[in-house]
């Protein structure tokens, strides 16, 4: 449990905010943004499993 407090909740932070900073990227050059709104979506349900089994798991 640990672990999942440690390393796989900040790296899942990590990797958002650099999927969220392409996404600002492209969205100024005029790109797609289609890959990041939905790497986006899943990270964020992956961040909020993640954090929901953790909370279960220290109680």
Known sequence: MLIMLWLVVP??????FLNFT???KNLMNGKSTHNQNVLGAVLTFI???ALMYCYAGTH
């Open 47 to 49: 961040f909020i499993f």
């Open 11 to 16: 790296l899942l932070g990590v990797v958002w």
């Open 22 to 24: 392409t996404f600002l």
